[in-house]
């Protein structure tokens, strides 16, 4: 509930409710923070028992029955029940087994007082669910609910601190596999297709709650007495076998970490986990049944250091989440961060001992804060912790200050109070809160009493205090036993340090001298791409390097004006290519090959990416796996656009995996030398059945906006922003955000920012969380747009 300003009407009419200790609860859409404290002050001991029949044929519809009992400590309000879903998808309510006269107002099937009785209740529903966020697709679905979509699909009370049990049953079709956060009970022949009853669920947040069913293939391993599953969809024979003991170890050694580390065995039933193809994010940690994007884990041959750090990292992190979110959870999603730093923290200290080749202070560095600038330097920046007055805006929680800065933090945070007494910080913080909720303050408390340090002031400087300045001000970062390159702020850099001896302080510099770059307090653009190409040329570090070929591909496409950019061009390729045949381990060949095929401009350049890509030309100890090819093609049919048609057509003959010939189906037109199929393609976005496979959409909208194309489809910023509204209710948690990197990201004219700029001025009224967003994605576009403009000024070019 919103509080606004209150007549004195209202005023009286309130103060004699409270009088008589009847608040009147209204109705909104969403879950109101009102209505989640109010519930859970009232409602306990909740179960749900919840059959759905899934039909093969995705347009037919998917109906169910939930039964929920629980327990109810005051009978005097209406019981409001989540279902974001139109009224006639209610067919049928029962309350204490007779027909209720409930109302279907706002999202909420609202089931009278009249008919509730104080201790047990139990409300039955038939109804026909949601598929918003069932994940639909020809030959499977899956569900993700996270952060309040649970109620998309069906009735429920769908909050984080109201955990519940649930009996899952899913009628399927013949043929079909499905996991559930439970074991399998048993399977037998319907009606409708073959019956799954699952056994009871163990005690869970709604959005928690999950299932995956479909043409999946099973794997079962038993590693060192621990029962796992694995459902995958993947063709490739060869890639399957090459990863699949790796993924299953990795598990392995992140469960044993997090037992002796948190001295609580594995809390939950049962363990497994589903490869999902093109999955909207890395992972998702539902209790017993992660989900995961299935190229994150099936590693194409010769992967990178980074891509195998990132493998591990990931599954380190879902399966920390086992007890940090799952175990203990956030008592409302204001604090998902602190389950999101959790895990992240626990995922470095279980991977970091697996890669003893790495530096994984420098690993620290590369991953965390140059994604925790790209936000807290914007103008739209957010604090770690944020106001959330209704679930239905939980998804803009989410973002780089989450996943970035607050691992900064809780680094310092530890060297602040020393590794042991943090970990008996931890330690007791989930003994307290097992299967139960807590908030930042709370554990802050536990923390504070182990240190000697005012823990609150520090976390409010952290913690609820917006951008880089307030922390560089009041702290001294550097002063935490961890030394310079770990300042945070905008940080003064030398350039002679790109040669110092010390690999992280050569990424400390990297980045500092980036951002000073941006903004304006360091070099120019053309002086530092001079730099970063010594850097390539010397480097030997992959991931400095790696950091230095995301740097020089950014300023060389978004930061030149296209002039300085046709001069460079020749220049880069050479040096590019060059060093990639200097380099023998395959994967700095990979990465260097891949920057070169993503900057090549001239005939030249690119006619010898595509001799690489198309096979034509081989180069040794290169391996290019499908998706790299299908990314190289991507890049290339845009810069080629009178081949574009063939570079498609031979793409789509060699690529074997289903799902990415779907894929490539979907964003064929999006790379079309041809404006007015573009043109058609970018407006059929805006029918949200067009956007269902996120990941497919931004790949599209990243050719659409390439930089060389950015003249023909600047026309597509003000339709893209006025449809941000629609794609934070529709779309996924980061999908609104990642929608706008990818719209803006690339442009740096001066009509662009005016558009942005226009854009929020017309709507002072505009939803401040996504305001921010915009502000947070355009931040790049303003300052490109001034850095170009200040070398067309002084440059006589
Ligand atoms: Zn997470």
Known sequence: ???????????????????????????????????????????????????????????????????????????????????????????????????????????????????????????????????????????????????????????????????????????????????????????????????????????????????????????????????????????????????????????????????????IDYPFDKFGFALIPDFQYGGMEHVGAIQYNASRLLLDEA??????????????????????????????????????????????????????????DLNFLVRHYPGAYSVDRTAGANAIRQDLPNLNEAGQMYGAIIYNKAPIMMRKLEKLIGEGRFREGVREYLAAFSFGNATWPELIEILDGKSTEDLRAWSDTWVHTPGRDAVESQWDTSAEGEGGPFRYGLVPADIADLESPDEVVRAATLINLYENLLARTGPGAVEYLQELAGVVRREDNELVLERALTQLRTIYWTLLPQEARDEFAPVLEQVLWETMLRHEERSKRKILFEAFAAIALTPDGLARARDVWSGATSVDALSLGENDLIGIAQSLAVRLPDEAKTIVELQVARTENPDNLRKLDFIAPSLSADPAVRNEFFASLADEVNRSTESWVLEALANLHHPVRTAASERYILPSLELLREIQVTGDIFFPKRWLDATLGNYNSTSAAATVRGFLDERPDYNTQLRMKILQAADHLFRARSIVQSQRRTDPR
């Open 303 to 360: 992967p990178s250091d980074t891509r195998l750090l990132g493998r591990a990292s990931l599954i380190a992190h879902e399966t920390a989440h086992m007890w940090f979110g799952d175990l203990v959870t956030m008592k409302w999603f204001n604090d998902v961060w602190t389950k999101e730093v959790f895990a992240n923290f626990m995922a470095a200290k279980i991977v970091n001992p697996q890669f003893p080749d790495i530096n994984h």
């Open 1 to 263: 509930m919103r509080v606004g300003p209150l007549s004195a009407t209202l005023l009286i009419i309130s103060g004699l409710m409270a009088s008589c200790g009847k608040a009147p609860l209204t109705i909104d859409p969403g879950v109101s923070l009102a209505l989640a404290k109010h519930r859970a002050a009232t409602i306990s001991g909740i179960n749900y028992e919840l059959s759905l029949t899934i039909p093969e044929e995705l347009d037919e519809t998917i109906e169910g029955r939930v039964n929920i009992t629980f327990e109810l400590g005051d009978a005097s309000q209406p019981l409001q029940l989540d279902f974001r879903e139109s009224a006639d998808r209610v067919r049928s309510v029962t309350a204490n087994g007779d027909e209720s006269d409930y109302r279907f107002i706002d999202e909420h099937l609202v089931v009278p007082a009249t008919e509730l009785v104080i201790g047990h209740n139990e409300v039955r529903i038939d109804f026909t669910a949601g598929s918003s966020s069932l994940n639909r697709n020809p030959e499977f679905l899956y569900t993700l609910f996270v952060p309040d979509r649970a109620r998309t699909a069906f009735p429920l009370f769908d909050q984080p601190d109201l955990k519940a049990t649930f009996d899952l049953e899913l009628t399927i079709p013949a043929g079909w596999t499905a996991m559930a956060n439970a074991p399998l009970d048993d399977v037998r022949e319907s009606e409708n297709g073959m019956l799954h009853r699952f056994v009871r669920s163990d005690l869970i947040s709604s959005y928690l709650f999950s299932f995956v069913a479909g043409k999946f293939e099973t794997v079962n391993r038993n590693v060192d007495g621990r029962q796992m599953t694995m459902l995958h969809r993947e063709t490739d024979k060869e890639k399957l076998a090459r990863n699949v003991d790796e993924i299953f170890s990795l598990h392995a050694t992140a469960l044993d970490w997090l037992e002796e580390y948190t001295g």
